[in-house]
């Protein structure tokens, strides 16, 4: 997806998928249409097919983007594989069920050409109404995002060569791995005098995991994660991650 076959895309937009031939046709669509709006550098979009069952995979390349296969279920060695098939300086992963707008694609643009931040993540906002007690907290997760500097995973930008010298996402844990990321480049930057930014701008995903698991919940899946972090080591203690209700995917909003 790039102005030139022969020319290296300058930026790369990673985008691991399971299973999503529903909302896959929007979020790459708007991305497109963003970057082109955006930027005239060259760019692609790479879609990683972890094992889908559905036409995953038809459906990205349909629509023009490079698909590579990932076997195995495990959502930080997907994107780590759709890294190592880009040559791009500037990385941005981006999930299945979430829509890029221009502001905050032309602040991360902006962020990376300064020579002075080494990557980032975005503020969280939902495709609809999601309740007080979520909204509330998403207000403390912003907090926290912002103090310890944590990307959330459905939005995470960096720059490659920071990113391949901190061995890029931890395969160690099947979730929470952009954490673990955001803390490791924090460090990098430290020590390469660049920052790890957590831009204001908002970027805008799906709340559809609380229409396929209840409050309750989610909140006890939460809670046994922060009282022992190991869980996150194991697949089957992050089926949150990993789980979802057969035909469970409404069609994508048609305006955010």
Sequence with gaps: MTSSAAVTPTCSIIIPAYNEEKLLPETITRLLQTMRDVSPDPFDVIVVDNDSTDHTAEVAAGLGATVVHEPHRHIARARNTGAAASDSDILIFVDADTWVNRPLLEETLRLMRTGTCCGGGARLAFDRDVGTAVAAAVCVWHGLSGWFRWAAGSYVFCERRAFCEVGGFNETYYAGEEIFLSRALCKWGKR?????????????????????????????????????????????????????????????????
Aim: one cysteine or more.
């Design 192 to 256: 390469n005098n660049r920052q790890f930014v957590i831009v204001d701008e908002a970027v805008v995903t799906s709340a559809r995991k609380f229409d396929w698991f209840s409050g309750a919940g989610i909140a006890r899946e939460v809670i046994k994660l922060l009282l022992n972090p190991f869980r996150l080591r194991r697949r089957n203690a992050c089926q949150f991650w990993y789980e979802r209700p057969a035909d469970a995917d409404p069609p994508p909003p048609s305006d955010h």
